[in-house]
């Protein structure tokens, strides 16, 4: 069964509306909060975090009511980046966790993911149920199990010691000058904090959130104004967030910009080299660079890919014991030490590889060279279904023919954005644009 407004991360769209209504946030906050509260114990929890958009006031007290009125007793975190959450559901023994952040996209919009009592996302078939109880409806509870809602101040700071802890007691970041560009989100105190107890000489941007400035012209998906500010102060790497730091991208001394494949590129080498890395396997998604699967082959290694989606991959390696994972996009997933991707703890690890290493961010940052990849993206409206007709679909299949095992086609329907994401990889560059341009184009003219 399909599910009808959860996406491939928890429910997301533009604010006030639909699904990212108050009204929705308040039905959703009620239905999980019985999916999880059924027994009737009143002693059930759950942390709800945010990042900085202006909507999240909104959608943390519409999904607090919904979650008291079923019982649940709730911790509010205020801004704290997704994997504190994660985090934070396990260790202080809530039954849920709940972040309130649409990640990447544009202040305008926001979302709501959902963590379970293990700090891991939830499945989709837990989804499809919370759903249903949504279509249903929720007997609130009689007025004196109603639950409790109370702030929690110390969030980020427990954060910034779990992300510390991951490093090898002592490791000294003293003498690195690191830009840290935080997006304006959810990580703009918690990552210079955990920076400068680490030692490091912190160069912060991005660290001025208003409710509405979260991601713009900042952070992983805008790495320009991370890459000038290395740069012009001279700082030996940049390690730029989005707007709730489960993504990263690095930056070399020359503002050159390393994605979250390069990232999973070293990290696996490494890993195996000291006997770290389980099941001899690096877990990513359909888009990672064909240059990062022939790397791994090349290093005794496999790839194991999945659906675009971090929670997917996060799936594969909890199946197969994996414990480091990923998305091209900067979703860094290490399981020893986070139940998903988490930007800031990724970076630190690279920051680690150069000091282990005593070698400049440049020659770390470049694992392997990437087959040449064109990614371009179709915006349709509601009710529209582009890839359903025999045009689109007849250039499709003579792009696939045109490629003939020379290169990849990838098609698909973003999870979180209503866009079509066209993307292929060929090493002959004029037939890899020839080929894009052709099906956007089809899709273009259908919408």
């Not at 930007?343 to 282990?356: N, P, R, S, T, Y």
Request: charged share 20%.
């Amino acid at each position: 069964m399909a599910r009808k407004f959860f996406g491939t991360d928890g429910v997301r769209g533009t604010a006030n509306q639909y699904p990212m209504t108050a009204e929705m946030a308040l039905k959703l906050g009620a239905a999980v909060g019985r999916y999880f509260r059924n027994d009737g114990d009143n002693q059930h929890r759950v942390v709800i975090g945010k990042d900085t958009r202006l909507s999240g006031y909104m959608f943390e007290s519409a999904l607090t009511a919904g979650l008291t009125s079923t019982g649940m007793n709730a911790m509010l975190l205020g801004p704290v980046p997704t994997p504190a959450v994660g985090l934070l559901t396990k260790s202080m023994r809530a039954d849920l966790g709940v972040m309130i952040s649409a990640s990447h996209n544009q202040a305008v919009d926001n979302g709501i993911k959902f963590f379970g009592p293990d700090g891991f996302k939830l499945s989709d078939e837990a989804e499809l149920e919370i759903e249903q109880l949504v279509l249903e409806g929720v007997e609130p509870v009689q007025p004196q199990n109603i639950g409790r809602a109370v702030r929690v101040d110390d969030g980020r700071f427990r954060y910034i010691e779990r992300v510390k802890s991951s490093l090898p007691s002592g490791l000294p970041f003293k003498g690195l000058k690191v830009v840290i560009d935080c997006a304006n989100g959810a990580a703009h105190r918690a990552a210079p904090e955990a920076l400068w107890e680490l030692g490091a000489e912190v160069i912060p941007i991005g660290t001025d959130p208003n409710g509405t400035n979260i991601n713009l012209n900042c952070g992983s998906t805008y790495t320009q104004t991370a890459a000038e500010a290395v740069v012009a102060h001279g700082a030996d790497v940049g390690i730029a967030l989005d707007g709730d730091a489960d993504r990263v991208m690095i930056i070399d001394e020359t503002g050159k910009v390393a994605d979250g494949d390069q990232l999973m590129a070293l990290l696996a080498k490494r890993w195996a080299k000291a006997g770290k890395l389980s099941g001899g396997a690096l877990v990513a998604t359909v888009m990672s660079n064909l240059g990062l699967e022939r790397f791994l082959e090349a290093e005794g290694l496999r790839l194991e890919r999945t659906a675009v989606g971090d929670r997917y991959v996060v799936e594969r390696m909890r199946q197969g014991g994996f414990n480091l994972g990923g998305e091209q996009s900067g979703h860094i997933v290490m399981t020893d030490y986070a139940t998903t991707g988490d930007g800031l703890l990724a970076g630190i690890q690279f920051l680690a590889a150069m000091v282990e290493c005593g070698k400049p961010a440049s020659e770390l940052a470049t694992s392997f060279e990437t087959v040449p990849q064109l990614l371009k993206n179709v915006r349709y409206g509601v009710g529209q279904t582009p890839l359903e007709l025999a045009s689109v679909k007849s250039v499709i299949a003579d792009a696939e023919a045109r490629l003939n095992g020379s290169g990849r086609l990838l098609i698909r329907k973003s999870g979180t954005e209503p866009l079509i994401r066209v993307m292929a990889e060929c090493e002959d560059a004029d037939l890899l644009t020839d080929v894009v341009d052709g099906i956007v184009a089809e899709v273009q003219a259908s919408v």
